[in-house]
């Protein structure tokens, strides 16, 4: 099972990378560069997951070497930044809209793949989480813990990704230009997905410094769902007056807000399990196993009604990559599951 659930993150990175290849050099259409290159960048994300996976399993199996503690993280942050710059060289020199718009998104995504690393790198303490749940009292101070520097610059990395990605996309909706009206609005939704992961990252933190309180079980899930629906709600609002330049980050953010939903599966599972037991904690990975089939069957409407209307032919691509990170995250979330569970 440690192997399927490290796998399962390769696959599906395997799998953006060569439907994006291919949709971007497939040249129908006037959006085929923007689905393209956005389904590549998914592919960080998905790199960035494995190497959560990779993280704790190999704690839960006694094989987590100090090569691991130093590797695992960098290929999570490799992938994030080298998305970062081809983002930023495609908004900057491409030579036609469609490179610029993509260009905007695939920043964004590599912001995400940045605080998915921070999971990781946040991570390699994993194996306290249960032992300080069920050994101390709050506020006990654990002798492993993380030195207070290492736990703020681990928590303040998700922080500026979002802070970075909201006034961006302030920035571009304020040009009141269609490209930059369709990349500003996808960078709300990807703003809101690393704010999603403050919430994981600090989940982690707090339960391996001890620092969980009880006041605090659910403020992170709720905080959680409230940018998942917040993406959905958004997407549908840009929507109801009906555009072309709405139809693609309409339904992309609804893609989004279903990554925030499956994010949110991990950070009920950890507040939980946390000193009580809860009998319904192996039900948790469903979630992002709903949200996932959610953007892939929404994905073959889109797909149909694309060859009726071209609009179409960008959300229904990406909306394949955002089910396969979805599916991802199931395979994490099912992780922390067998790693918390007693």
Same mark, same amino acid.
């Given at each position: 099972?440690?192997?399927?659930?490290?796998?399962?993150?390769?696959?599906?990175?395997?799998?953006?990378?060569?439907?994006?290849?291919?949709?971007?050099?497939?040249?129908?259409?006037?959006?085929?560069?923007?689905? @393209?290159?956005? %389904? !590549? #960048?998914?592919?960080?994300?998905?790199? /960035?997951?494995? *190497?959560?996976?990779? =993280?704790? +399993?190999? &704690?839960?199996?006694?094989?987590?070497?100090?090569?691991?503690?130093?590797?695992?993280?960098?290929?999570?942050?490799?992938?994030?930044?080298?998305?970062?710059?081809?983002?930023?060289?495609?908004?900057?020199?491409?030579?036609?809209?469609?490179?610029?718009?993509?260009?905007?998104?695939?920043? @964004?995504?590599? %912001? !995400? #793949?940045?605080?998915?690393?921070?999971? /990781?790198?946040? *991570?390699?303490?994993? =194996?306290? +989480?249960? &032992?300080?749940?069920?050994?101390?009292?709050?506020?006990?101070?654990?002798?492993?813990?993380?030195?207070?520097?290492?736990?703020?610059?681990?928590?303040?990395?998700?922080?500026?990704?979002?802070?970075?990605?909201?006034?961006?996309?302030?920035?571009?909706?304020?040009?009141?230009?269609?490209?930059?009206?369709?990349?500003?609005?996808?960078?709300?939704?990807?703003?809101?997905?690393?704010?999603?992961?403050?919430?994981?990252?600090?989940?982690?933190?707090?339960?391996?410094?001890?620092?969980?309180?009880?006041?605090?079980?659910?403020?992170?899930?709720?905080?959680?769902?409230?940018?998942?629906?917040?993406?959905?709600?958004?997407?549908?609002?840009?929507?109801?007056?009906?555009?072309?330049?709405?139809?693609?980050?309409?339904?992309?953010?609804?893609?989004?807000?279903?990554?925030?939903?499956?994010?949110?599966?991990?950070?009920?599972?950890?507040?939980?399990?946390?000193?009580?037991?809860?009998?319904?904690?192996?039900?948790?990975?469903?979630?992002?196993?709903?949200?996932?089939?959610?953007?892939?069957?929404?994905?073959?409407?889109?797909?149909?009604?694309?060859?009726?209307?071209?609009?179409?032919?960008?959300?229904?691509?990406?909306?394949?990559?955002?089910?396969?990170?979805?599916?991802?995250?199931?395979?994490?979330?099912?992780?922390?599951?067998?790693?918390?569970?007693?």
């Amino acid at each position: 099972m440690s192997i399927l659930f490290r796998i399962i993150p390769l696959a599906m990175g395997v799998i953006c990378l060569a439907f994006g290849m291919y949709v971007r050099t497939m040249s129908i259409g006037s959006g085929y560069i923007i689905a @393209g290159n956005v %389904l !590549i #960048a998914l592919t960080a994300i998905c790199i /960035a997951l494995f *190497s959560t996976a990779a =993280t704790i +399993i190999r &704690q839960l199996i006694n094989k987590f070497s100090r090569a691991d503690r130093i590797v695992l993280p960098i290929l999570g942050y490799a992938a994030g930044v080298i998305t970062c710059l081809c983002g930023i060289y495609l908004f900057m020199f491409g030579k036609t809209t469609d490179d610029v718009v993509s260009g905007n998104v695939v920043f @964004g995504v590599g %912001l !995400i #793949a940045c605080c998915v690393a921070t999971v /990781a790198i946040s *991570s390699a303490k994993f =194996t306290m +989480i249960p &032992q300080n749940s069920e050994n101390l009292t709050y506020k006990d101070v654990p002798s492993n813990r993380y030195s207070n520097s290492r736990y703020y610059a681990y928590f303040s990395v998700p922080i500026v990704a979002t802070a970075i990605a909201l006034i961006y996309a302030s920035v571009l909706i304020g040009r009141n230009t269609p490209p930059d009206f369709v990349a500003g609005h996808v960078m709300v939704g990807l703003g809101l997905v690393c704010a999603s992961l403050i919430a994981l990252v600090g989940t982690v933190l707090r339960q391996i410094q001890n620092k969980f309180g009880k006041k605090e079980r659910w403020i992170w899930s709720v905080f959680v769902g409230i940018m998942g629906s917040i993406c959905i709600i958004w997407g549908i609002a840009i929507m109801i007056p009906y555009s072309a330049a709405a139809v693609a980050p309409g339904f992309v953010l609804i893609g989004l807000g279903m990554i925030c939903y499956s994010i949110s599966s991990k950070v009920i599972l950890l507040a939980s399990v946390w000193r009580r037991n809860e009998p319904l904690a192996n039900r948790i990975p469903l979630i992002p196993v709903v949200t996932a089939l959610t953007c892939l069957f929404l994905s073959a409407f889109l797909f149909e009604t694309s060859y009726l209307n071209s609009n179409f032919f960008v959300p229904s691509h990406i909306m394949v990559g955002l089910g396969a990170v979805c599916f991802t995250l199931f395979a994490i979330v099912s992780i922390l599951e067998s790693g918390t569970s007693k």
